[in-house]
């Protein structure tokens, strides 16, 4: 599986995704309600098949303007609460045997500036070139095809987000596979750190652009000008929009950093390993610094550019000592603080960088991820 993205040219008759999303954050509402209603009244919630059915009956009865929308895309709103529930009733069980401490809570009515997207399974659309045709709607929509998808075609998904633009996420299966990376034999762990974002245990060491930082006097100046505008007024939605803006050019910006110095490490590493970090508890104690350097983002795409490439990603486990262990004989050095930043090893008598150490450490606890 794999899923490309394609974003809508400006057009007029874009607003008629909106309207066509809006529409759905209705049907949301009211599967929503039913299901709580029906809890009330049973004692639990309705099966999928059982909420498919009523949907029908709707159409039939009170809901018949509910036949002008894709049939399909109600089944996939109506899916989405179903899978909802799945994950909180499972939630529940693993805390019971212990197997985690997170809570799931059960799906909640999305406010209608939050519900943003709809999904087309095998029906509803036709693709020609770059111009996507909802049958629903009558209408075509040009997005810009800058590359090739392969595969056949499982999921289209239209999202809208908070600037008011709007994306083609197209899924495919049984894609071609991508082209494999030539070995350089090179191995490595990585260090995770907030003054360096990654030290590598071949002394390599990266440092974050802190992009929310480089940014924060245009976000504050953004902030300050809606404030002083009248909530509701045409005025205050421009502000509301040139916030957003803001926020999404900032996004961006870290996101390409962040596949651009993943594809560096997979061309130079053939193997690379991480640590697996509370990053939620890292958050409480050094606040938007964490958030700013997305450490948990940038996992994520390096586990998936490795994969890509055919390259091995390795995972230390969360609770793996990484920090204090000399890396040479293995003695923990328990007097280490966080001010000590070069230390010898009492036992064996070795320097080590604090960073560079933990970081061979955690090449040698990696376990495939």
């Not at 908070?162 to 596979?177: A, F, K, N, S």
């Not at 050094?286 to 390795?314: N, P, V």
């Not at 000590?340 to 960088?353: A, E, F, K, L, M």
């Given at each position: 599986?794999?899923?490309?993205?394609?974003?809508?040219?400006?057009?007029?008759?874009?607003?008629?995704?909106?309207?066509?999303?809006?529409?759905?954050?209705?049907?949301?509402?009211?599967?929503?309600?039913?299901?709580?209603?029906?809890?009330?009244?049973?004692?639990?919630?309705?099966?999928?098949?059982?909420?498919?059915?009523?949907?029908?009956?709707?159409?039939?009865?009170?809901?018949?303007?509910?036949?002008?929308?894709?049939?399909?895309?109600?089944?996939?709103?109506?899916?989405?609460?179903?899978?909802?529930?799945?994950?909180?009733?499972?939630?529940?069980?693993?805390?019971?045997?212990?197997?985690?401490?997170?809570?799931?809570?059960?799906?909640?009515?999305?406010?209608?500036?939050?519900?943003?997207?709809?999904?087309?399974?095998?029906?509803?659309?036709?693709?020609?070139?770059?111009?996507?045709?909802?049958?629903?709607?009558?209408?075509?929509?040009?997005?810009?095809?800058?590359?090739?998808?392969?595969?056949?075609i499982k999921t289209v998904t239209i999202k809208r987000d908070r600037v008011g633009d709007y994306y083609?996420?197209?899924?495919?299966?049984?894609?071609?596979?991508?082209?494999?990376?030539?070995?350089?034999?090179?191995?490595?762990?990585?260090?995770?750190?907030?003054?360096?974002?990654?030290?590598?245990?071949?002394?390599?060491?990266?440092?974050?652009?802190?992009?929310?930082?480089?940014?924060?006097?245009?976000?504050?100046?953004?902030?300050?000008?809606?404030?002083?505008?009248?909530?509701?007024?045409?005025?205050?939605?421009?502000?509301?929009?040139?916030?957003?803006?803001?926020?999404?050019?900032?996004?961006?910006?870290?996101?390409?950093?962040?596949?651009?110095?993943?594809?560096?490490?997979?061309?130079?590493?053939?193997?690379?390993?991480?640590?697996?970090?509370?990053?939620?508890?890292?958050?409480?104690?050094?606040?938007?610094?964490?958030?700013?350097?997305?450490?948990?983002?940038?996992?994520?795409?390096?586990?998936?550019?490795?994969?890509?490439?055919?390259?091995?990603?390795?995972?230390?486990?969360?609770?793996?000592?990484?920090?204090?262990?000399?890396?040479?004989?293995?003695?923990?050095?328990?007097?280490?603080?966080?001010?000590?930043?070069?230390?010898?090893?009492?036992?064996?008598?070795?320097?080590?960088?604090?960073?560079?150490?933990?970081?061979?450490?955690?090449?040698?606890?990696?376990?495939?991820?």
């Amino acid at each position: 599986m794999k899923t490309e993205t394609y974003e809508f040219y400006h057009q007029s008759n874009l607003i008629q995704l909106g309207n066509l999303i809006d529409d759905l954050h209705g049907v949301h509402v009211h599967l929503l309600m039913l299901q709580r209603r029906y809890y009330r009244i049973y004692g639990k919630y309705a099966s999928f098949a059982r909420i498919c059915n009523h949907i029908t009956q709707l159409k039939q009865r009170t809901k018949p303007h509910w036949n002008q929308l894709p049939s399909q895309v109600i089944q996939q709103v109506a899916k989405r609460i179903h899978l909802g529930y799945e994950k909180f009733f499972d939630n529940i069980k693993d805390r019971k045997a212990g197997k985690t401490k997170r809570k799931i809570g059960r799906p909640k009515i999305k406010p209608n500036h939050k519900y943003n997207s709809l999904t087309f399974t095998q029906a509803g659309f036709k693709i020609e070139g770059n111009r996507l045709k909802i049958n629903c709607l009558g209408k075509s929509f040009t997005f810009w095809k800058h590359r090739e998808w392969t595969g056949s075609i499982k999921t289209v998904t239209i999202k809208r987000d908070r600037v008011g633009d709007y994306y083609l996420y197209i899924t495919c299966e049984d894609c071609e596979p991508s082209e494999k990376l030539p070995l350089t034999g090179n191995v490595a762990g990585a260090d995770f750190g907030i003054k360096t974002f990654l030290t590598l245990s071949d002394t390599t060491r990266i440092t974050s652009p802190e992009f929310y930082k480089q940014g924060f006097n245009a976000i504050r100046s953004a902030n300050k000008a809606l404030s002083r505008k009248q909530k509701g007024s045409k005025a205050w939605y421009r502000a509301k929009w040139h916030l957003a803006r803001v926020h999404k050019q900032i996004t961006h910006r870290r996101r390409d950093w962040f596949f651009k110095l993943a594809l560096r490490l997979v061309r130079k590493y053939d193997t690379l390993a991480i640590e697996t970090l509370n990053l939620e508890g890292m958050k409480r104690l050094w606040g938007r610094k964490i958030s700013d350097i997305a450490f948990g983002e940038f996992a994520l795409i390096l586990q998936w550019t490795f994969a890509k490439h055919g390259k091995t990603f390795l995972k230390a486990g969360r609770w793996a000592a990484t920090t204090k262990p000399c890396s040479a004989c293995g003695h923990p050095n328990e007097n280490l603080t966080l001010q000590d930043r070069q230390w010898i090893c009492p036992d064996c008598g070795s320097h080590h960088d604090r960073d560079v150490n933990a970081a061979i450490n955690i090449l040698q606890a990696g376990v495939p991820a």
